[in-house]
Structure formats: structure tokens, C-alpha cells
């Protein structure tokens, strides 16, 4: 009887990870982890580092989310310097935030979600992947890259690169938006929003043939936590933190980003690199909340753009309080992006933009500066202090995916808990476990590679350490 | 666009940054479209669907010697993780955009992946060579020492 069954490396997710899963005696699932197995250490790689060199070394943590980086990094710049940053260069870090969650948001749907979703959890392994989604859809799959080179090449017009841009900088940006750029990112949008229409109709086509992966991958009460705006609208950029709860009550309201770490904690487990934040007030475990695109719909009470307001209003009827099931973060996911390009649309169209006064040039002013805003998976915070120099003396950076890890934890448990029987063990069972932690499109960063194989290995071993069966594939 | 090459790699992790460098010693030229990117991401395909001939260069640590080999569009396995290979993406290439080009992968000997811009000599070596051999098959005229 195997006693541990190991999923590793994950598939189709950014980055590498590995889930055990436990037996008991009698043969069923007892309990399930998810190990993040990558340390990269940030934190110290920059300690020394100059402020304003922060953004540009920030965009390094991820090849997929860079913007993100830079944008909070920035923000803890211009709290540093003590600075207030011109709208456009507000306007320019909007844009390309949004941007960032349009192709991150594509790749996670189209590219590692949509295999399971338009060919199902059981399609075999060599059908399940992209290429299975080009022949029953090819239509479908076209769009999916377009979404995401729509973003990238917004990211490079106005950012310079599409992968690490380190044009934001304390203070501002470094560069004008010209007409040109203006004009060559709103050419796209039609078909942007077009493409959404048909993915979104596409999604809540298929969503009642997976009831019960809805009903058992990763549905469980949480608190639920996200930026909003002053009217409680959806907010990438700036605003203030809310937290719900899995009845649709509000917990806390009017939080302040640069206050987080007086109501979230960080606890560490032995067997993850990543940390597991919580509210604190609830402790640990017990303040196990979600971010990303399933917390931010349910702590926004409006989208703030007409088309995602729409979509907004029918996906919160899929639950008399807060939508729980994590399957939905896929849907949550696409009123994102169809919201990201009204942004887009509206932000462009803002004379304001292409305005030259685009950065404010200080010294450091203050010792200790917090920046925040919402990447594509969720909240992210960097929190910098600084000596008399401007060199970091300490840096403190709380990503999105950390915040989901007791969540994505409890989701493994539950997944592999009603799908997988350890006696008659099917891939598509172990596919269900996965495609859980893939409702939370977890970014575990790998910007370096070289030719070479990554299967996907799966052993299961007594607690003795016996290898009593492998698996390979790819 | 006649010919498209893609360097990958990261140029902050040493020799994985080598495609760079072979991207460096070609030069900008209007006859060829020089891409620099970290990894291989589907977006690519439809730029390959423009080009005659696309070569990938990448850097490798079993090559012992620079390999130019010409790619087929059999995905030699399904692509199951987040990373795509230069087999797979000339496949997405020819089944979503019609790519009916050929494509190549020059594989460029590298040997230290640490943190770091520097190349090893082994690298830079490997990186003269690639840049000549994919001068030769693109007939480009340049001069690399």
C-alpha cells in the first residue's frame, strides 16, 4: 500500500513545486502538501543595492509578473524620496499594470487552464496541452495569443521591454508616452474586447460540465482580501485593502497598504520556501485568506468599467455570499482581463498621458517606504528601509502567490481527498489535484533555463523511503 | 521578413545569456529580424509565420562544440509545463499560422549558469562560432573574428 504519493515537478505553472499526498492505514488520502522548492532570496540579493536601482533588479523576481514588481518597487521609491509622482506617470504605470494581468491572465487561461477545460480532466496527456486545444478549437487558441501579445506589446511600448521593463523609477517614469504609442495601443482594443466577449461566453458555456470539480477543487470558507478604490470599485494601482468574508460580510475596510504588516502576519513551514502570511487578528492558520481575482471580485462591490460591471454583477449570483470555489478564479480571471482593456481603452484616451512631465527628482527623505498594488494573483507589497545613503539596509517583499498558500494547501487536501483513490490510482485524478493549485495560477518564477527535459514525475513511496512506483511523462 | 533569429536566454545568469552575444556579433541588418528574449512563449509562432527561415540560438551545456540542426515540426513531447521548446513552438507555428519556412537550432557550449554577466571562454567561443555558422546559412556578409 503506498503511503505517499508525489506529484513533482507540477505541471503548467509557473515555476516548480511538488505535491505529496499522504495515506493513512486504511488506504485512503489522509492529508496533502504543496512544496514550493525554488529560494531565489531576493530580500538579500538587494540588501546594499541603491534605491533607485530597486525597480529595475525588483522586475527580476519573475519573467512573467515583472511590471508588478517594479510598479510596487517604485511606489516604495516615491515614499522614500517622499515625492509626489505626476499623473502621467501615474497613467504610464496604470496602463502597463493593466497590461501585465491582460498576457498573464491569457497565458494562465488559454495556454495552462484552457487544456483541461475545453478537453476535460481526463483527456489523455498528450491531448491535454495546447496543441489538443488547436485541434478542437484553433479559433480559440489564435485569440488566446493575441490577448497576450496585445499586452506585451503594450508593456514594450510604453515600458521599452516586454519581459523586465525597468523604465518606472522613484519619482515617476523615465520616458513620455508619445501620440505613436498612444495610437498603436488603442488600434488593438476592438479586437481586445471582441476576443473577450467570445472567451467569457466560451467559459460559462463549459462551466456547468465540471459541477463537481466546482463543487470539491478547492471550495472551502475563507477571508478573502484585495485593493478597492473610494467607491469600492476594482483597483490595480492605488486605493485601500479590504478583506470580506466567505458570507459577503466585510471584515475590515479602509486598510492601509503601507500599514499591512500591523494586521498580516508571516509564519514559514519547514517543508515550503514560501512563506504563509495571514490576518492576524484571526492568527495562524485561522487567518487563512485568498487574493487574486476570485478575492478581488468578492471584495469589489463594482468593477468601475461598463462591459466587466456586467459580467461582474452576474458572477456574483453564482453565490449568495462570496464565490468560495476556487474553480471560478478562471472565470474571476477573464472579467480581469475584459476589465483590464476598458482601463487600457480609457486610459489612452486621456490627453493627460502624453504629457512630458513624467518624473520628480529627489534625494531620499524618509529612511523607510512601502509600496503596494495588485499584481495579477493578488496584493503584493515591497517594504524597503534605506541607510543615510539611500542603500537598502533591509527589504521585505510579501508576494501574491505566498498569501495563497494555506488556501492552495487546504485546496490540494480537499482535491485529493474526494478525487483520489490511492488503490486505483488514474492520472486524471492526479491531474484534479494539480489543476487545483492551477485555479490559483501560483507564479513560482524561472526566468533562467537551458535545453533540457522537465518531466513530470510522479512517485509513491512507503514512509520508509521505498520507491514502490514512478512514473514519468513528457 | 526573410529570416528571424531568436537568441534566448538570460543574460544576468552568465552563459545562459551566450544567444545574446551571438545576436551581438551579427548585428541589425534590414535582411534578418533579430529577436532577444528570456524564454519561449507562444507569441512567437505567429512572428515566425512571417519569416523563410527562423534559427533558435540557445545556449547548452551538454554541447561540446557548436550544433546547427534543423528542426522538424513533431513535438517530441506534449508540452505539459510552462515552457515551450523551439520543436514545439515551429509546430504551434505551422498548425495556428501556417508557418511553411525552415527552422534550425543552433545550439551554443555553455558551462557556468551562476549570477553574472560575464560569458566563460568556452562560451564566447561557442559564441563566434554560432554567429558564423548562422551568418553562413543565412548568407549574411559579416565579419566576426
New interface residues.
Given amino acids: 500500500m503506498p503511503e505517499r504519493i508525489l506529484i513533482h ?1 507540477m ?5 516548480h513545486a511538488k505535491i505529496s499526498i499522504w495515506v493513512n492505514d486504511a488506504g485512503d488520502v489522509e492529508s496533502a502538501q504543496f512544496h514550493v522548492t525554488d529560494f531565489r532570496g531576493f530580500e538579500k540579493i538587494c540588501e546594499g543595492r541603491p534605491l533607485h536601482e530597486m525597480p529595475g533588479l525588483m522586475a ?1 523576481v519573475c ?1 512573467i509578473c515583472p511590471v508588478s514588481h517594479v510598479v510596487a518597487s517604485s511606489k516604495a521609491g516615491d515614499a522614500l524620496l517622499g515625492v509626489e509622482v505626476p499623473p502621467a506617470a501615474v497613467k504610464q504605470r496604470r496602463i502597463v499594470n493593466h497590461a501585465q494581468v491582460l498576457q498573464s491572465h491569457a ?1 494562465s487561461f488559454f ?2 487552464s484552457s487544456p483541461d477545460l475545453l478537453l476535460g480532466m481526463d483527456a489523455t ?2 491531448k ?4 489538443g486545444v ?1 485541434e478542437r478549437d ?1 479559433g480559440f ?2 485569440r ?3 490577448l ?2 496585445f499586452g ?1 506589446k503594450v508593456i514594450e511600448l510604453v515600458g521599452g521591454k516586454r ?2 521593463p525597468g523604465w518606472s523609477v522613484p519619482g515617476g517614469v523615465q520616458t513620455a508616452v508619445t501620440a505613436v504609442v498612444r495610437d498603436e495601443i488603442a488600434a488593438w482594443v476592438p479586437e481586445a474586447l471582441e476576443s473577450m466577449g467570445i472567451a467569457l461566453d466560451r467559459m460559462k458555456s463549459l462551466i456547468d460540465s465540471f459541477r463537481e470539480e466546482i463543487e470539491h477543487i478547492g471550495n472551502f470558507p475563507s477571508l478573502f482580501l484585495g485593493t478597492v478604490n473610494d467607491d469600492g470599485a476594482l483597483e490595480f494601482y492605488d486605493g485601500r485593502i479590504r478583506i470580506s468574508d466567505s458570507e459577503g460580510n466585510t471584515v475590515a475596510d479602509g486598510l492601509d497598504p503601507l500599514r499591512y504588516h500591523t494586521y498580516l502576519g508571516e509564519a514559514s513551514e519547514e517543508w515550503s520556501f514560501m512563506k504563509f502570511p495571514y490576518y492576524k487578528p484571526l492568527g495562524y492558520p485561522g487567518g487563512k485568506y485568498r487574493v487574486g481575482p476570485l478575492a478581488r471580485l468578492n471584495v469589489a462591490t463594482s468593477a468601475g468599467t461598463p462591459r466587466a460591471d456586467r459580467e461582474l454583477r452576474e458572477f456574483k449570483h453564482r453565490a449568495k455570499g462570496a464565490v468560495c470555489q476556487s474553480f471560478h478564479y478562471h472565470l474571476a480571471r477573464l472579467i480581469e482581463m475584459l476589465h483590464a482593456v476598458e482601463r487600457i481603452e480609457e486610459l489612452v484616451a486621456d490627453p493627460e498621458l502624453l504629457s512630458e512631465d513624467v518624473r520628480t527628482k529627489a534625494i531620499p527623505n524618509r529612511r523607510e517606504g512601502i509600496g503596494s498594488c495588485e499584481a495579477p494573483r493578488g496584493t503584493l507589497f515591497h517594504h524597503y528601509f534605506v541607510d543615510a545613503d539611500g542603500l537598502i539596509r533591509k527589504a521585505n517583499l510579501l508576494i501574491a502567490t505566498s498569501q495563497n498558500n494555506l488556501a492552495m494547501n487546504q485546496a490540494v487536501e480537499q482535491t485529493a481527498k474526494h478525487f483520489v483513490l490511492p488503490r486505483q490510482l488514474r492520472e486524471g485524478m492526479l491531474n484534479r489535484v494539480e489543476a487545483a493549485i492551477r485555479c490559483y495560477d501560483p507564479c513560482l518564477s ?11 514525475i510522479i512517485e509513491i513511496r512507503r514512509r520508509s523511503g521505498e520507491l514502490l512506483d514512478r512514473v514519468e ?2 | 521578413m526573410a529570416a528571424l533569429v531568436v537568441a534566448v536566454g538570460n543574460t544576468l545568469r552568465g552563459d545562459d545569456g551566450v544567444a545574446h552575444r551571438v545576436a551581438d556579433l551579427l548585428g541589425a541588418r534590414p535582411e534578418v529580424d533579430v529577436r532577444r528574449v528570456h524564454q519561449l512563449t507562444p507569441e512567437l509562432a505567429e512572428e515566425m509565420a512571417h519569416a523563410t527561415t527562423v534559427v533558435f540560438v540557445d545556449a547548452d551545456v551538454e554541447a561540446s562544440a557548436v550544433r546547427l540542426e534543423r528542426l522538424t515540426p513533431n513535438a517530441q513531447r506534449a508540452p505539459i509545463t510552462h515552457t515551450m521548446t523551439p520543436n514545439e513552438l515551429v509546430m504551434l507555428a505551422e498548425r495556428l499560422y501556417g508557418f511553411q519556412g525552415a527552422a534550425y537550432l543552433c545550439r551554443v557550449p555553455a558551462e557556468d549558469f551562476a549570477a553574472g554577466g560575464a560569458l566563460t571562454p568556452v562560451a564566447e567561443a561557442g559564441a563566434r562560432a554560432a554567429a558564423r555558422k548562422v551568418a553562413e546559412l543565412l548568407n549574411l556578409t559579416v565579419e566576426i573574428l
Avoid: K
Fill in positions: 515537478p505541471t503548467r505553472i509557473e515555476g527580476r519573467g497565458l495556454h495552462l496527456v498528450d491535454r496541452n495546447i496543441f488547436i484553433a487558441a489564435r488566446g495569443i493575441r497576450r501579445q506585451q519581459i523586465h524561472c526566468s533562467t533555463h537551458a535545453l533540457g527535459q522537465m518531466p513530470l511523462r513528457g
